[in-house]
């Protein structure tokens, strides 16, 4: 147990389709994140959030539309996505963007499949 | 762009053995950390090495840090059939990129029981 949940683990999906991702965490941290990991590849930062505000868009094209309402709680709207989207997307924490030598906490990540 | 390759991509050893990982990264770092990840679950936070520190340990973890050449290794002694993972090092920048980690490809042990 990480202390950052995230639904579905699984989720498959048509290019057409509209689904979210949820990422809770339970560690009263202020900082969350999203990365993306496809086979081969070294983890890819998404999106950062700091109390709330988005501090960090890696290049990530608009079909992938991140959402922040607190501290707590991080989604990740997908929508129009492509074939080369599938992958395992994890949500991690840390206690605050801006302090040095911190560790971060990592769900279990949503394994998504593009039809 | 990347920042920490570890090596080798692959290892395989027999439960007892050492393992050992190396990582190199290429600008200057706050701290390098390393991660495990089981297959199907999320990173898991190993150890915290700072760059003014050259060694650590926590268990049957080591860790070393070289910041002259930019690299970095993680001992596993007398490992077991748990340890069985993928491995990644993780660097950790300065100045506005305080808390933001960059990864490298990691390292996927096999202990054999």
């Known amino acids: 147990e990480t202390g950052v949940t995230q639904t579905p683990r699984h989720l498959v999906m048509g290019m057409t389709n509209k689904k979210s991702l949820k990422c809770e965490q339970h560690l009263g941290h202020n900082a969350m994140y999203w990365y993306k990991q496809s086979a081969k590849k070294p983890l890819e930062l998404m999106f950062v959030y700091n109390f709330k505000e988005q501090t960090e868009n890696n290049s990530v094209p608009s079909r992938f539309s991140p959402e922040c309402p607190n501290s707590s709680h991080l989604f990740l709207h997908l929508h129009t996505l492509q074939p080369e989207d599938s992958a395992l997307y994890l949500c991690?924490?840390?206690?605050?963007?801006?302090?040095?030598?911190?560790?971060?906490?990592f769900g279990d990540g949503t394994r998504l499949s593009i039809l | 762009s990347q920042q920490g390759e570890e090596d080798p991509q692959a290892l395989s050893i027999q439960e007892g053995e050492n393992a050992t990982m190396n990582c190199s990264y290429k600008?200057?770092?706050?701290?390098l950390q390393w991660y495990r990840q089981n297959s199907g679950r999320g990173l898991v936070h190993l150890i915290l090495i700072r760059s003014n520190e050259r060694e650590k340990h926590s268990g049957r973890l080591r860790v070393t840090l070289d910041t002259s050449k930019k690299s970095s290794s993680l001992l596993i002694t007398a490992s077991r059939a748990a340890d069985t993972a993928s491995y990644f090092c993780?660097?950790?920048?300065?100045?506005?990129?305080?808390?933001?980690?960059?990864f490298g490809q990691g390292t996927i042990l096999t202990v054999h029981p």
């Open positions: 993780a660097t950790g920048a300065g100045g506005t990129s305080y808390g933001k980690l960059t």
């Open positions: 991690a924490s840390s206690q605050e963007l801006g302090q040095i030598n911190q560790p971060q906490h």
């Open positions: 600008t200057s770092i706050n701290n």
